[in-house]
């Protein structure tokens, strides 16, 4: 990717402005020597006057041409993968060093397993807490706080999102990097070792924003390191990491639970946090501040750092921590429940509201450029993206639910039953991902990927409410097969529709937006589908002698439906199956919303 200038940390400090000389003349024979063999049509119009006006100024050494243009060329042999092509002789003392195991792309691949690795632990982190919240919470005797296991790692993870990229933008993404490997393993310690459940929940936060980082940053450095046909390959692979996370998080959580308790499923995660810190700090280059080396008057640098805009951050994290207030309590059955919807949805509008005149008039240094999601469609694409993750796991985080009430299976069982999405989802990707790095198309793959998506959601909506069969399971793979290719195709799209040293802010809304559709999908999929569940109970039970009471415990426990005489059972489980069709149906729009925004959005090269 294209940066702004600053002399690169392999140079010694007495190099020379003839040194600079020796390099500018190297670089433009290297350009030339590729425009020659490959002949003016190879190159695009503009090619053709910038080697002509490199030749008449390649004598002319002054600081400013050397510094400014110098550079620029250099970004730009780079874009055009023609400084790559032509290699220095072995002996010459300014050939840039490579280091060993990088590819020509110039990521670590060692690195990149442990980046890997590391998203993994992250995803994997969450959604083990998916499956385990209800037994950990229950140790403490306060059952109704298990949502705060999930929501408090999953508000760390949102508010510190869009802080990633803008600190990545000040000090580099190695550091950061670091400090986010760091966090994370604080944070699995204090919930492992937490004496009280206010402990354990605070653990999650500090979790969640080691997490983001570790998701977030990865993202960015493959964008920033990688072409973009290489781009979707290693997206893939990062998105292999997660559905792996998504799918062994939850089942290796319960398993872990119960051999060896849940305090040490956090503990164990702590060398592994350790090890991805140490090999990152071994194996990851150290990387410039990016995107605010600007050039004054006269050829100087300027050198100075923007604010980290605070108050957009506080803003941002009060938006977002009532958002998630809201879907906590429309799941809830709270005493003052109104007064508190009214305060959170009051404070999701003031906020946001607040939020926007900061980003658009009070601060240079916004987290969410309002500019850059009006460039390219960029903002569309994340619309795409909040909607898909709606549709997700809004469906996914209650497909395990759907086995345990209706044919009361085990926790581990109902765990695994979205194995076959997530491992289609899986190939998917790396199958889609191959075919962009081949063809260099993406735009059809998408649209392809969204209507296969739309098609397993309807089959699941149709034929799910008419019984339990196992081999249904058959039918997410259709999803999966849709949702791993779209992730990896519109990865690519976003990453050559950033402009110029916006990547990681564009990286971390792109991760924010995600972020804020699995919160929406699994709270509105839930509330919706309990609510209906709870209609469709009132209707049928309304006959029974303490039904009221029934209605509760069977709201409150998966499996009390199933303590009940045989004509309660088969009228719960019948309930059930016609509430549950709301999730689908749901989805099924949510992802249907997605088609015209593929449609709309341009593709962009590759090249």
């Not at 799941?331 to 003031?350: A, D, R, W």
Request: with cysteine; hydrophobic share 45%; glycine share 8%.
């Amino acid at each position: 990717m294209r940066s702004t200038y600053e002399a690169p940390n392999y140079r010694p400090m007495n190099y020379t402005l003839q040194s600079y000389a020796n390099e500018w003349n190297y670089k433009t024979a290297a350009i030339k020597t590729a425009y020659e063999k490959s002949g003016p049509g190879a190159f695009p119009g503009f090619m053709s006057p910038i080697v002509a006006i490199l030749d008449r100024l390649k004598n002319n050494y002054t600081a400013e041409v050397l510094f400014q243009l110098g550079f620029e060329l250099k970004n730009l042999a780079e874009d055009l993968s023609f400084y790559n092509s032509v290699d220095r002789p072995v002996d010459d003392p300014e050939r840039l060093p490579q280091a060993k195991g990088e590819t020509r792309s110039g990521v670590d691949m060692v690195f990149f397993a442990i980046a890997v690795l590391g998203i993994f632990l992250a995803i994997g982190d969450e959604y083990f807490v998916f499956t385990t919240s209800g037994h950990i919470a229950s140790d403490f005797h306060r059952l109704s706080l298990a949502p705060w296991l999930i929501t408090a790692y999953n508000l760390g993870y949102s508010v510190t999102l869009p802080m990633y990229g803008r600190v990545c933008e000040i000090y580099g993404y190695k550091i950061i990097l670091l400090v986010a490997y760091l966090v994370f393993t604080v944070g699995c310690i204090i919930s492992g070792s937490a004496p009280h459940l206010g402990l354990v929940i605070a653990g999650r936060f500090v979790a969640g924003v080691g997490g983001a980082g570790m998701t977030d940053l990865i993202s960015v450095i493959i964008t920033e390191m990688a072409p973009l046909r290489e781009v979707a390959v290693l997206r893939s692979y990062l998105q292999m990491s997660s559905t792996l996370g998504v799918t062994i998080g939850s089942s290796i959580g319960g398993l872990l639970t119960d051999l060896l308790g849940w305090r040490w499923s956090f503990l164990i995660k702590v060398p592994l946090g350790i090890f991805c810190f140490a090999m990152a700090a071994w194996r990851l280059p150290s990387a410039s501040k990016r995107g605010y080396s600007n050039t004054k008057e006269g050829g100087k640098l300027d050198e100075s750092k923007p604010d980290l805009n605070l108050p957009g951050i506080c803003l941002l994290g009060m938006v977002i921590a009532a958002i998630m207030g809201v879907c906590q309590l429309a799941s809830e059955e709270l005493p003052q429940k109104n007064i508190l919807m009214t305060i959170s949805v009051g404070t999701v509008v003031v906020g946001g509201v607040l939020f926007c005149l900061n980003e658009r008039y009070w601060t240079k240094t916004a987290l969410i450029p309002l500019s850059l999601l009006k460039t390219n469609g960029i903002g569309l694409a994340y619309i795409a993206q909040l909607l898909t993750m709606f549709t997700f796991c809004g469906f996914s985080s209650n497909f395990s639910d759907f086995w345990v009430r209706t044919k009361n299976t085990s926790a581990s069982l109902a765990a695994l039953s979205i194995f076959p999405l997530a491992t289609a989802g899986t190939l998917s990707g790396l199958i889609v991902g191959s075919i962009v790095r081949r063809t260099g198309k993406y735009k059809s793959l998408s649209i392809k990927c969204c209507l296969a998506m739309i098609l397993g959601n309807i089959l699941l909506a149709v034929r799910l409410p008419q019984g339990p069969y196992y081999w249904e399971v058959l039918f997410t793979v259709i999803v999966g097969i849709g949702m791993g290719g779209f992730f990896a195709v519109t990865f690519v799209g976003l990453s050559a529709s950033i402009p110029d040293k916006r990547s990681a802010t564009a990286m971390t809304v792109y991760y924010l937006a995600q972020q804020l559709g699995m919160m929406m999908g699994i709270s509105a999929a839930s509330v919706t589908c309990r609510m209906v569940f709870r209609a469709y109970l009132e209707r049928k039970l309304a006959d029974f002698v303490d039904s009221a009471q029934i209605i509760h415990h069977v709201l409150s426990d998966s499996r009390f439906g199933f303590s009940l005489p045989e004509p309660l059972q088969t009228m719960v489980k019948d309930c059930f199956f016609q509430a549950f069709r709301v999730v689908p149906v749901m989805t099924s729009i949510s992802i249907t919303l997605v088609l015209p925004i593929l449609c709309y959005l341009p593709e962009r090269s590759l090249d």
